[in-house]
C-alpha cells in the first residue's frame, strides 16, 4: 500500500524564479493537504485541496497556489521565490470525512538561493 | 500561527526512562494528534485522540486530553534511542473543513 509520494525530494531555485511541487496521496485518500516548514519550526498550514477546490487557507501570499487533479494528486505552486521560501514543503493526505490523522510524504527540500 | 504549545521543547534522559511531552492549545477542538519527525523528514501520525476522550493507549504510547484546560500530554513509556525524534501535537478545530494546526514541537533525545 503505497503511501504519499512527493516530488522532487530536493530543489534549488534561484530567487524570483518559479517551482512546482508535486504530491500523490495514499491509496484511498481524497484530500491533499500542504504545509511549509521552516528549520526548527512546526509545519505551517499553505493549503487544502479536495474535489479539486481549495477548501481552506493559511496565512500565505497568492505566489503560493495549487492545484488538485481528477485521481487526487496536488501540485504546489510558488511564484517569484524569495529567499525566505526556503523549507521543507509537506504534502499529507487524508479523508475529508473522518478523523483518522494525516499521512505525510517525506517532503521536499527547497532552497532559494 | 501555531494553535499548539509543545513543553519542554526540548528533553533529554536515559533510555529505558519515561518521557511525557505536553501541549497546550487555545480553541475548542474536533480531536487532537500527536506526530513523530526524525531529522527533517515527513511526519509519522501516532495517536488522535478525540475531544470527547479522555485517554487513550497505542503500545508504549499514553495520551491524555483535558479539554476544561486546553492541554494534553503525550506518555512514552521505557523509551529507546530509536524514540529520539521531534514531536509535534496538532489540533484539529472544531466547526467547518478538517484543518490540522500543528504546534512547535518538543525535540526528544534518548540516550543508550
Known amino acids: 500500500d503505497a503511501g504519499v509520494t512527493q516530488s522532487p525530494t530536493h530543489l534549488i531555485k534561484t530567487r524570483g524564479q518559479q517551482v512546482t511541487l508535486r504530491c500523490s496521496p495514499k491509496?484511498?485518500?481524497?484530500?491533499v493537504s500542504w504545509y511549509q516548514q521552516a528549520l526548527g519550526q512546526g509545519p505551517q498550514f499553505i493549503f487544502q485541496y479536495y474535489e479539486e477546490e481549495e477548501r481552506q487557507r493559511g496565512n500565505f501570499p497568492d505566489r503560493f497556489s495549487g492545484h488538485q487533479f481528477p485521481n487526487y494528486s496536488s501540485e504546489l505552486n510558488v511564484n517569484a521565490l524569495l529567499l525566505g521560501d526556503s523549507a521543507l514543503y509537506l504534502c499529507a493526505s487524508s479523508l475529508f470525512r473522518g478523523d483518522y490523522g494525516y499521512t505525510f510524504g517525506s517532503g521536499t527540500r527547497l532552497t532559494v538561493v | 500561527s501555531q494553535q499548539g504549545e509543545e513543553d519542554p521543547q526540548a528533553l533529554s534522559i536515559q533510555e529505558g526512562e519515561n518521557a511525557t511531552m505536553n501541549c497546550s492549545y487555545k480553541?475548542?477542538?474536533?480531536?487532537l494528534q500527536w506526530y513523530r519527525q526524525n531529522s527533517g523528514r515527513g511526519l509519522v501520525h501516532l495517536i488522535l485522540i478525540r475531544s470527547n476522550e479522555r485517554e487513550k493507549h497505542s503500545g508504549r504510547l499514553r495520551v491524555t486530553l483535558d479539554t476544561s484546560k486546553k492541554s494534553s500530554s503525550l506518555l512514552i513509556t521505557a523509551s529507546r534511542a530509536a524514540d529520539t525524534a521531534s514531536y509535534f501535537c496538532?489540533?484539529?478545530?472544531?466547526?467547518?473543513?478538517?484543518?490540522?494546526?500543528f504546534g512547535i514541537g518538543t525535540k526528544l533525545q534518548v540516550i543508550p
Open positions: 496538532a489540533t484539529d478545530l472544531s466547526g467547518g473543513y478538517q484543518k490540522v494546526t
Open positions: 491509496s484511498g485518500h481524497d484530500t
Open positions: 480553541t475548542s477542538i474536533n480531536n
